[in-house]
């Protein structure tokens, strides 16, 4: 499992920063723990979605940034499936 260059710990930080920004702007409520797996898994699977396409990134940031969009592509998918 690639994790843009960035460890274990870390990669929960930064996709825990990333799930809570993602609920804060997707207007979306939910606890600290689904934050933190909001942001890695969206992380993993926009990082897959990407390296489909031939673009790998790598650094707290950029695992950040992606973290972000992902977690709040999943947001809008269970938004979706919900309706």
């Known amino acids: 499992m690639s994790l843009n260059g960035v460890g274990i710990l870390a990669a929960i930080i930064i996709g825990g ?3 809570w920004l993602a609920e804060r702007f997707m207007n979306s409520e939910m606890g600290l ?3 933190i797996v ?3 898994l969206g992380a ?3 990082n897959f ?3 489909a396409f ?3 990134y ?3 940031l950029a695992y ?3 973290g972000f969009i992902g977690a709040c592509l999943l947001i809008a998918a269970g938004r979706a499936v919900r309706r």
């Open 58 to 60: 790598t650094g707290w």
């Open 44 to 46: 993993i699977v926009l």
């Open 49 to 51: 979605i990407l390296a």
């Open 38 to 40: 909001l942001g890695i």
């Open 17 to 19: 920063l990333a799930g």
């Open 54 to 56: 031939g673009m790998t």
């Open 64 to 66: 950040l940034v992606i």
């Open 33 to 35: 723990f689904m934050n």
